[in-house]
């Protein structure tokens, strides 16, 4: 059992859960998941490593409550335990190999949509204490739906945000504030975007219009996290690789975006299913329906 030893609300229906896991906290690196289970029953859900102290042997994860399963673990409270906790798995973050000296030569623009922020979080931290320069654009629809904000402000070398509403920073996509800031005189090396999958298809479309190198992370198309099920199959520069063994990052201007965002639909059928057999379940109707996610 891996306790829960905080639980923070960090905006509506997203969770923080730093979970006590010491070999994972030795062993992960930015860009890496770990796979999840509320209970022995519990269905097994990827999320990406949003923090991790070795020393301390916790690590965090950031939770958006949707689903039957995501609303299971965060109900879990402080104290509490998850099932299972496995990981780090997935292959870390590219530049985690690259030689630190030319590293250094570079500067990286993270852009983050969301609950992308959390995934986006530890890559930034891993390239600030290395004295690395790194700036951040993080997106939301409002401004009650920004996350993680000091954290990321502590790390990044600038910190834009934007919103849909215009209600803080920058008034409209994450992709305007981009082409700003490329237009703007700032030189970039690199772009890492890290959110829905609608947002990292035009982040792509607008830094290939730049020659911008740029990778984006698939976590989201993720099921079972070993590529035994085939769910997370996508097409990266004409060939079919599998997002959990081969990424979960890839090359933004090789991915057939279209076809991973069908990809990614294919499942709300299943759980819309599963979300009224809980429903039924909370209201004591018996249910035969042969699903339990």
């Not at 965090?60 to 990981?87: N, P, R, W, Y």
């Not at 299913?273 to 039924?280: C, D, F, L, M, V």
């Amino acid at each position: 059992m891996f306790r829960i030893v905080e639980k923070r609300e960090l905006a509506q229906d997203i969770f923080q859960l730093v979970i006590e896991a010491p070999r994972v906290a030795r062993s992960a690196k930015p860009g890496q998941f770990v796979i999840v289970r509320s209970d022995e029953r519990g269905e097994r859900i990827p999320l990406t490593i949003s923090d991790y102290d070795a020393q301390q042997g916790t690590v965090s994860i950031v939770v958006q409550a949707i689903g039957v399963s995501t609303k299971k673990i965060c109900s879990l409270a402080h104290g509490e335990a998850l099932a299972d906790f496995a990981g780090p798995l997935g292959r870390p973050s590219d530049f985690v190999h690259e030689d630190l000296e030319e590293l250094k030569k570079k500067k990286f623009l993270f852009v983050a949509g969301g609950v992308g922020t959390a995934p986006v979080y530890p890559q930034v931290k891993w390239l600030h204490d290395r004295a690395i320069a790194a700036d951040v654009i993080v997106g939301a629809k409002n401004s009650a739906m920004h996350i993680m904000t000091e954290e990321m402000r502590s790390v990044a070398g600038n910190l834009y945000l934007t919103t849909d509403d215009g209600s803080l920073g920058y008034h409209g996509l994450v992709t305007g504030r981009l082409k700003e800031l490329v237009d703007g005189g700032n030189r970039y090396d690199e772009v890492i975007a890290i959110g829905p999958m609608i947002m990292m298809k035009f982040v792509a479309l607008t830094t290939k219009e730049y020659g911008l190198k740029t990778v984006v992370s698939l976590n989201t198309l993720m099921v079972d996290g070993t590529g035994m099920c085939g769910a997370c199959r996508v097409t990266v520069g004409g060939k079919t690789l599998f997002t959990c063994v081969d990424g979960p990052e890839f090359d933004g201007h090789q991915i057939d975006f279209d076809e991973a965002m069908r990809r990614q639909g294919m499942y709300r059928t299943l759980e819309e299913r599963a979300r009224k057999i809980a429903e039924e379940r909370a209201a004591g109707h018996k249910c035969n329906i042969g699903l339990d996610r």
